[in-house]
């Protein structure tokens, strides 16, 4: 037997024409809103929606159409995105701090921050949300078909420790399954808090 292409074919006398599937194309998903406002002298930028390279685009664009002194929030609501878009929203974000731009992040009453959200939202400082607001961490996903590998997963945690995730946390969630692939890990930011998670450093009240 002979494997092409994952699909396996007898040996014959006659060549055998095996028919390829189409190559996935881009996985296209709808780009997140982003909004600008003035609220207590900090500009907010709010996201709604999918972090794609097309909102990584839009939030550079604000970002440096913003006065330098002038301190920035962003406010999420998020179920997450791709990876590549929000590795490099997490860079520019670091990037202005250290230039010396107040850049706090902020999670709403109701509202959710998943997956590679946290990542974003662990960017900021101060980082702002209100007691049940929720957050999810899970292994990232192949968008073409769903799949995990062990390296791209260790190297999102070892992102969200750099970020400021406590290791002791990181160990709770991986001994829950919440790095497996199998589960979605998640807490309110009452919870995170009163865990010494690092993820939430300041409640809303």
Not at 28 to 39: E, K, N, T, Y
Not at 164 to 175: D, F, N, P, Q
Request: proline content about 5%; aromatic content about 4%.
């Amino acid at each position: 037997m002979t494997a092409t292409f994952g699909i396996f074919v007898a040996e014959a006398a006659e060549p055998v024409s095996i028919a390829r599937a189409p190559a996935p194309g881009p996985v296209v998903l709808p780009d997140a809103l982003m909004q600008r406002s003035v609220q207590d002298g900090a500009t907010v930028l709010r996201i709604d929606g999918i972090i794609t390279a097309t909102l990584e685009h839009r939030l550079a664009e604000a970002l440096a159409s913003t006065p330098s002194a002038s301190p920035v929030v962003v406010e999420l609501s998020s179920p997450g995105g791709l990876t590549a878009a929000g590795y490099r929203i997490i860079d520019r974000i670091l990037a202005e701090r250290r230039a010396g731009r107040s850049i706090a992040t902020r999670v709403r009453a109701g509202e959710a921050c998943e997956s590679m959200c946290v990542g974003v939202y662990l960017a900021g400082y101060p980082r702002y949300a209100a007691p049940n607001a929720v957050f999810m961490v899970h292994a990232p996903r192949m968008a073409e078909n769903g799949h995990m590998t062990v390296r791209s997963t260790q190297a999102m945690v070892e992102r969200l420790v750099s970020l400021g995730a406590s290791t002791r946390w990181i160990e709770r969630v991986r001994g829950a399954g919440g790095f497996s692939g199998a589960r979605d890990y998640r807490e309110t930011a009452s919870d995170l808090s009163a865990e010494g998670s690092g993820i939430v450093t300041h409640l809303l009240r």
